[in-house]
């Protein structure tokens, strides 16, 4: 009855807004070690669409919803604002579709679902250039002003990037009037960091840090499929993704991680 339900919700609204709430929360997640970051991010979704599914029906009622929230309420997790100064919240941010409002939207729901004012800080991973086009700072500049007001709007404190070579992350911090605080590197597409990015990080106080993720963490086919597996729906295909973030809140004295998890946002498009 649940996945009837839910298949019911899902074929009427026109936006669907995801939360994993805390991965630890999960005994399934945390006895699992995925390969990949990607495999992490799929099982999440599954997990929680085929959780969120079985509950429809009987905990919901059936009234027909623009905006679709697909959770685990047992796995949310609110800050306490008692700890909120011993606790940083950090969060990445793949932008799948090329809409720099949906920086907003994401940062708003990431401070909603974890009950903060605002976030530590945020790396954006921008939407993938084209086959033959690099990546350039006419890209990169309406993402970057969203991100800008929003720190200017005291919602993030501080904002970096991620994979710009030495060249590039020069003409962002020339040009930005918010400077990026840091520059995630790939390792897996270079062993060692470059001399010359590691001079001008250095001259200009960027942290430089490591990450393993893909280009494409959650691609538009990708997101389809664990819909269809999850929800067995034949209209999969009109769901696109617009944006998934993932957040740690790390206690900063120990440097443990006290929460981690997943939001995402995905429209329908009906033709």
């Known amino acids: 009855m649940g996945t009837d339900g839910a298949r019911a919700l899902l074929e009427r609204a026109a936006t669907l807004t995801l939360q994993t709430g805390n991965l630890l929360n999960w005994g399934c997640l945390r006895k699992k070690c995925p390969a990949t970051p990607g495999e992490e991010v799929r099982d999440c979704i ?8 079985s509950k429809v029906g009987r905990d919901q009622n059936q009234e027909i919803l623009e905006v679709l929230e697909c959770t685990v309420d047992q796995a949310i997790e609110k800050i306490n604002p008692e700890e909120r100064d011993e606790l940083k919240v950090s969060a990445k941010l793949f932008l799948i579709g090329s809409q720099s ?51 200017q709007n005291k919602k993030i404190v501080a904002i970096g990037t ?83 973030l993932r957040y740690s809140v790390i206690v900063k004295s120990r440097g443990i991680i006290k929460s981690k998890g997943y939001i995402m946002q995905a429209k329908r498009n009906a033709s």
């Open 162 to 244: 991620s994979d710009l070579d030495k060249t590039l992350l020069e003409q962002l911090y020339l040009w930005a009037q918010v400077k990026p605080s840091s520059n995630q590197v790939n390792l897996a597409s270079c062993c060692v960091m470059p001399p010359d990015l590691t001079a001008f990080a250095k001259q200009f106080d960027i942290q430089l840090l490591t990450h393993n993720d893909p280009k494409e963490l959650l691609c538009e086919a990708s997101f389809q499929e664990v819909l269809q597996e999850s929800i067995q729906t034949m209209k999969a295909h009109e769901w696109i993704p617009l944006w998934l």
């Open 46 to 53: 599954q997990k929680t669409l085929a959780e969120w599914s």
């Open 101 to 151: 409002s949906s920086i907003r939207d994401a940062v708003d729901l990431a401070c909603s679902a974890l009950g903060v004012a605002q976030l530590d800080s945020v790396i954006i991973a921008p939407p993938p250039v084209e086959d033959g086009t690099s990546l350039s700072l006419e890209y990169l500049q309406p993402y970057w002003q969203e991100l800008e007001n929003l720190v």
